[in-house]
């Protein structure tokens, strides 16, 4: 059948989560290679890089959202095998099955779209839902298996990934700032480097000199320290023990 195909596939990708941003590589250096200013201004593509890393922050958000409300066991970053101690289904999960692909999404829409070439955002989007669409198809099996009839009520009444408009029902669990913090540094850090990265690039490509501006500078510097203050807090003390 397609979709045990689709779950076996998926197990695999689960496993290899990283690799979509390799994938993405030689269409990202093609169209950089191409890039322009819009309207051939810095200032203008500084506005939309503005936007952009809105639309970024704003998956991150979501990613925090939903994993503050969570128990221990579900909703991590483990890529050894699929895991859940329990089944999420208030919060987010109340309008959409998978808020932290949906929190990915976003964060890559606003990388890809700093180029503004919507030729290399299709093929971005392409390969994202090709890639999630299996990754989420294993992950489904898992949960079917092992809480049976209350998930697949679940699956009935809530969208796979476009969060629905209604039917938000509240966490049942306090928020929780350390589960944030002990989990979400990576992909501070992830925002941090993507975006001035594509500032020198800018610059690199369309005026052929190499410069940075100074408030993305200042963002990976302050991404950078997240990074490694939290990931230090939780590796070398129990501060963010939950």
Same mark, same amino acid.
Not at 198 to 225: D, G, K, P, Y
């Given at each position: 059948m397609i979709s045990e195909r689709m779950a076996t596939q998926g197990a695999w990708l689960f496993r290899h989560r990283g690799l979509m941003p390799a994938l993405l590589i030689i269409p990202g250096a093609w169209t950089l290679v191409h890039f322009k200013f819009i309207g051939g201004s810095p200032e203008w593509q500084d506005r939309w890089d503005w936007m952009c890393f809105g639309v970024s922050v704003s998956g991150l958000l979501i990613r925090a959202t939903t994993v503050g409300f969570v128990c221990n066991g579900t909703s991590g970053r483990n890529v050894s095998q699929q895991r859940a101690t329990e089944l999420n289904t208030t919060g987010w999960y109340s309008i959409c099955r998978n808020p932290l692909y949906l929190g990915n999404f976003l964060i890559m829409l606003g990388i890809i779209l700093v180029p503004a070439s919507m030729a290399y955002v299709a093929v971005c989007l392409c390969c994202f839902w090709t890639y999630y669409e299996r990754i989420i198809a294993a992950e489904e099996s898992f949960l079917h298996e092992? &809480?049976?009839? $209350? #998930? +697949?009520?679940?699956?009935?009444?809530? $969208?796979? &990934? /476009? $969060?629905? %408009? =209604?039917? *938000?029902?509240? $966490?049942?669990?306090?928020?929780? *700032?350390? !589960?944030?913090?002990?989990?979400? #540094? =990576?992909?501070?850090?992830?925002?941090?480097?993507?975006?001035?990265?594509?500032?020198? @690039?800018? /610059?690199? /490509?369309?005026?052929?000199?190499?410069? &940075?501006? @100074?408030?993305? +500078?200042? !963002?990976?510097?302050? =991404?950078?320290?997240? #990074? %490694? @203050? @939290?990931? =230090?807090?939780?590796?070398?003390?129990?501060? %963010?023990?939950?």
């Open positions: 092992k &809480f049976g009839t $209350p #998930y +697949a009520e679940w699956v009935r009444s809530t $969208p796979v &990934f /476009f $969060p629905r %408009l =209604s039917g *938000w029902n509240a $966490p049942v669990r306090s928020f929780r *700032w350390r !589960m944030i913090l002990r989990r979400e #540094y =990576s992909s501070v850090l992830l925002i941090g480097i993507a975006f001035f990265l594509l500032n020198i @690039l800018e /610059f690199v /490509f369309a005026e052929h000199r190499l410069q &940075f501006e @100074l408030e993305w +500078a200042v !963002m990976l510097v302050i =991404s950078a320290t997240i #990074y %490694l @203050l @939290l990931r =230090s807090l939780k590796r070398y003390t129990s501060l %963010l023990n939950v």
